[in-house]
C-alpha cells in the first residue's frame, strides 16, 4: 500500500463549486504539504502543517484553504473553484529533519479539472 | 533559500554516465542541496541532499563544488526509467522551492 495516498485522482468540477482533496499517510510524520503544479511549471507551495495544530500559509494560499483532521489526514478545500485552479495537486509529507535536512515524500496526485 | 538554474534540457544515451548541473550562486551556509525528480504522471521523488561534501546513495552522487554555488548530480549509468524532469532546490527551511527542472531524455 502507498505511503501517502490522494483522494480523488481525478476530478472535474464547475465554477463556483466548493471542493475538497483528501491527502491521507500511513508514514506517521507530523509534517505535510500540500503544492499545486501547472503544466510545464514546477510544484508551488499551498498550505504546509507541521503539526495538528499548526498550520501555515504557503506561497499561493489565496482560494484556498486547509484542515488537518488528524495527524496522519490533511485535506485542501477550494471554497468556490475558478478555472484557474485547473492544476495538479500533490500532498506530501516529512520528518522534521534537522535544519533543511529532510526528505519529504509525495502522493501520486489528483488532477483538478475547473470548467 | 537560494535561487536555482538549471539547463531545460539535457539529453542522454542509456548506459552512460549522466551529470545534471545546478548552479546556486546565491547559496548561504546553512543552506542544504537537494534533488528530487519526477517521472511522467507521478510526483516527485527524492534523489539525495548534502550541505558540503559530496553523497553518495544507491540512486545517484552529488558533487558539490568547494565554494557550494553549483552541484552536479550523477546518475552513473543511466537507464530508460531514469527519464524524468530533475530538480534541484537549495533551502534551508521547512519547504522546497521547485523551478522548472531539467527535463532528462534517455535514449537507447
Known amino acids: 500500500d502507498a505511503d501517502v495516498t490522494q483522494t480523488p485522482r481525478n476530478r472535474i468540477t464547475k465554477t463556483g463549486k466548493r471542493i475538497m482533496l483528501e491527502c491521507s499517510q500511513t508514514k506517521g510524520h507530523d509534517r505535510m504539504y500540500w503544492y499545486r503544479q501547472d503544466p510545464g511549471l514546477g510544484l508551488r507551495l499551498i498550505y504546509y502543517s507541521f503539526d495538528v495544530k499548526d498550520i501555515n500559509k504557503g506561497e499561493i494560499s489565496d482560494g484556498y484553504s486547509v484542515s488537518r483532521q488528524a495527524q496522519a489526514k490533511f485535506s485542501l478545500s477550494l471554497e468556490s473553484a475558478i478555472p484557474n485552479q485547473t492544476a495538479l495537486y500533490f500532498c506530501?509529507?516529512?520528518?522534521?529533519?534537522?535544519?533543511?535536512?529532510?526528505?519529504?515524500?509525495f502522493g501520486p496526485g489528483t488532477r483538478l479539472t475547473v470548467l | 533559500d537560494a535561487k536555482t538554474t538549471q539547463p531545460n534540457s539535457m539529453e542522454s544515451n542509456e548506459e552512460e554516465p549522466v551529470h545534471l548541473p545546478c548552479n546556486h550562486s546565491t547559496i548561504s551556509g546553512t543552506d542544504y542541496i537537494h534533488w528530487y525528480r519526477q517521472l511522467p504522471s507521478q510526483g516527485p521523488e527524492y534523489v539525495i541532499h548534502g550541505l558540503t561534501s559530496n553523497v553518495n546513495n544507491r540512486m545517484a552522487s552529488l558533487a558539490i563544488a568547494e565554494d557550494r554555488k553549483s552541484s552536479t548530480l550523477i546518475l552513473h549509468r543511466a537507464t530508460l526509467r531514469d527519464a524524468a524532469v530533475y530538480y534541484c532546490?537549495?533551502?534551508?527551511?521547512?519547504?522546497?522551492?521547485f523551478g522548472k527542472g531539467t527535463s532528462l531524455l534517455v535514449t537507447p
Open positions: 532546490i537549495s533551502n534551508s527551511g521547512y519547504a522546497l522551492n
Open positions: 506530501a509529507t516529512s520528518d522534521p529533519g534537522g535544519g533543511g535536512a529532510y526528505e519529504q515524500f
